[in-house]
């Protein structure tokens, strides 16, 4: 993309609303803009990282087994009266009447609906394990939505439930969604940590949240320092093997690690005084394990091997799609921007041209483009006539993880600049190096990159995005 022909709307000053710094740098990069209390537009490039981390959720849920789908925004009220939630939820709940007088809401989670899904096509135990999922568009009429997309009314969330015959099933799923989420937050660069939690109105005993550690975080946690050592990484998962997913999960929850709500004084106090931890957390995602709470009073069960019909056990759990762009931002940037992980960047790199008109530069700039897209990357090529200095700032401020700049200095020498945004490290060397250089570091996050491509014109990679 050349940015002249880019919409990418950035702000010079500070926004005065903005009291955390990601929702500062979100309004300053041009990744959102307000349009009602805690309601967004995304904006080209937030909704291009919006995107590639909606992508890797769904690369996740897809490898743990699990089968995406859609439901829609908008419920029929009557679902939520067979659980007993339409009351229950109150002001938070939207409710919206349709031309026909018919008490209708806009979806803050899917548990009923899914449930009634469940109950209309599956009747036998035969037809279980089964795990469904989307990632949808939810409303929430908070109190008092703040931070930008972390605590907006409307936001996006991947929920996904799940339907076993037994308890031991199920807790298999809840397992199964612990190591998948662990998965998840990695490849976006962060480190969320499971904690033990509170159900509130979602309801089950067994839940964890997963936090991401930040002083601007709306949670109080507690926690052992150990628990911070301790990474899935590249280890091999099979996600049917139950003794493999129970292990991760005790290895993962046995330190101790809990949001306030489930805090203990009396276990924390055994904790070594050295590793004590009190801080303050990001909530990026949640499991829940609740049994048979929606599926006893809205009748979904299966025929079990004895012929007898059960209500199934099930589990919800989800993912803060729209918040987790915040939360990596609060986790990762520096008093000039942002500073994307390579997992979710918008563009893979940045092209600075020191000296836009120069025939030289300008032809050195394009074929690094092109050479760069042919492997199917994005650059994100800065072609303004500006002074060095306001485009380094640009790319600063939007974050991008490399930056290759292009001058006829260099040029004259064979030579540009590739600068790592987090490091601020700058490396001379030829065009060809860079581009291999650049295409090396994202290989890994994107298999489907063809680092040795025949001539190609039309590449599918991301195109819509
Ligand atoms: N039905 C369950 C699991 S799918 C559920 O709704 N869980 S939840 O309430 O914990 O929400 C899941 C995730 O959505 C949270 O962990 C959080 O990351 C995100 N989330 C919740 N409320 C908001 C909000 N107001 N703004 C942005 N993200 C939110």
Same mark, same amino acid.
């Given at each position: 993309m050349r940015l002249t022909r880019y919409f990418l709307p950035v702000l010079k000053e500070n926004p005065a609303e903005a009291q955390i710094v990601s929702h500062r740098l979100m309004l300053r990069a041009g990744l959102i803009k307000q349009q009602a209390a805690g309601i967004y537009s995304w904006l080209p490039m937030g909704f291009k990282v919006l995107r590639r981390i909606e992508q890797i959720v769904h690369e996740e849920q897809i490898r743990a087994g699990h089968i995406p789908m859609l439901m829609p925004t908008l419920q029929p009220a009557d679902l939520w009266r067979e659980s007993g939630r339409y009351d229950d939820y109150g002001q938070e709940m939207l409710r919206i009447r349709d031309r026909h007088e018919r008490d209708m809401l806009y979806g803050p989670t899917n548990e009923e609906m899914i449930t009634d899904i469940f109950r209309a096509h599956v009747g036998s135990?035969? &037809?279980? +394990?089964l795990t469904l999922y989307h990632v949808q568009w939810k409303f929430r009429d908070e109190i008092r939505p703040r931070f930008g997309v972390m605590r907006g009314r409307e936001f996006y969330m991947k929920d996904g439930y799940n339907f076993d015959l037994t308890r031991e099933d199920a807790l298999h799923a809840y397992n199964r969604h612990l190591v998948s989420y662990l998965r998840t937050y990695e490849r976006m660069g962060l480190q969320a940590i499971p904690m033990r939690a509170d159900s509130g +109105? @979602? *309801? *089950? &005993?067994d839940t964890h949240e997963f936090l991401v550690l !930040? &002083? #601007? *975080?709306e949670s109080e946690v507690f926690y =052992?320092? !150990?628990? #911070? =050592? @301790?990474r899935l990484g590249e280890r091999e998962i099979d996600y049917d093997d139950k003794a493999q997913c129970q292990a991760v999960l005790e290895e993962f929850t046995s330190l101790y690690a809990r949001t306030d709500e489930t805090h203990d004084p009396e276990a924390f106090a055994k904790i070594p005084e050295a590793r004590r931890r009190q801080a303050r957390g990001i909530e990026v995602g949640q499991i829940f394990y609740f049994g048979t709470k929606y599926s006893e009073p809205m009748g979904a069960t299966v025929q079990g091997p004895d012929g007898k019909p059960v209500p199934v056990h099930m589990g919800s759990h989800g993912i803060g799609v729209s918040r987790l762009v915040g939360a990596i931002i609060e986790a990762s940037h520096d008093e000039n921007g942002i500073i994307w992980p390579e997992g979710v960047t918008p563009f893979q790199c940045g092209i600075v041209n020191l000296k836009q008109g120069d025939a030289e530069a300008d032809a050195a700039c394009d074929k690094l483009y092109k050479a760069l897209a042919s492997l199917g990357l994005e650059p994100l090529y800065d072609d303004r006539d500006e002074r060095a200095g306001a485009k380094f700032a640009t790319m600063d401020l939007i974050g991008l993880p490399w930056r290759i700049t292009v001058g006829p200095r260099g040029l004259k020498n064979g030579v540009v600049e590739v600068t790592s945004r987090k490091t601020g490290e700058s490396v001379e060397m030829t065009p060809k190096e860079a581009v291999a250089k650049i295409a090396a570091i994202y290989a890994p996050h994107h298999p489907q990159l063809d680092l040795h491509p025949e001539p190609m014109a039309n590449r599918s990679f991301h195109t819509w995005l």
């Open positions: 135990y035969k &037809d279980l +394990p +109105p @979602i *309801g *089950g &005993d !930040a &002083d #601007t *975080g =052992d320092s !150990a628990v #911070t =050592d @301790i």
